[in-house]
């Protein structure tokens, strides 16, 4: 080979790894700027979702107390001093918590991600089924006429099963959020 040839050969070589090496850093540093962006992204998003994730799990977690605060015996459903647990002021304080949990749900939904939404919006549905059953059963008592113990039966149970349901969510939630906020911007998973 002529060294004319070979100058040229290993010039050409040269250029080509130092092409490929430029090529090579841009891309990692590209790619560690974009996850450095992702990573403040996420950090900038946390605290105002704890503060909406907070204000959703409140309502909840008191509703899940309301209803877990009757007991339902003989055809009725009593409350700890053993009298009628749907009276009306009752019956509206869960519509009212119903409300509440609407209300935060709808933060909730835009703050996302999906998975954290799709719960948040079960539990918004059994809390919406909480209240109709237990407005159903403050008429019921409120009517007190024959024939009613079937109905009774039917939406205590209805009312005792939902509340379970928002039970169980709850941890369901707890634990999506927890992940939410765990994320530390580096994975693609949320």
């Known amino acids: 080979m002529d060294a004319g040839l070979a100058a040229v050969c290993g010039a050409l070589a040269g250029a080509v790894a130092t092409t490929g090496a430029a090529f090579a850093a841009g891309w ?7 996850l450095a962006v992702r990573a403040e992204h996420r950090k900038q998003r946390r605290q105002p979702r704890e503060e909406t994730y907070k204000n959703f799990i409140s309502p909840i977690s008191e509703l899940r107390d309301l209803a877990r605060s009757g007991e339902f015996l003989n055809g009725y459903f009593l409350d700890e001093q053993g009298r009628n647990y749907f009276t009306l002021s009752k ?3 869960i519509a009212i918590k119903a409300q509440e ?17 799709e719960t948040a919006t079960n539990m918004r549905l059994h ?4 209240s109709h059953h237990a407005s159903l059963l403050t008429e019921i008592y409120i009517a007190d006429t024959e024939g009613n113990d079937d109905r009774i039966r039917k939406h205590a149970k209805q009312f005792h099963l ?3 349901m928002l039970s ?15 994320d530390d911007g580096v994975s693609k998973s949320i």
């Open 91 to 93: 019956s509206e304080e």
């Open 28 to 34: 990692w540093q590209r790619e560690n700027s974009r």
């Open 127 to 130: 809390a919406q089924k909480l």
């Open 168 to 182: 169980d969510s709850i941890e369901v939630f707890l634990s999506k959020a927890r992940d939410v906020l765990d």
């Open 162 to 164: 939902t509340g379970r």
């Open 101 to 117: 949990i609407r209300q935060a749900w709808v933060d909730v939904s835009l703050a996302g991600p999906n998975g954290i939404a």
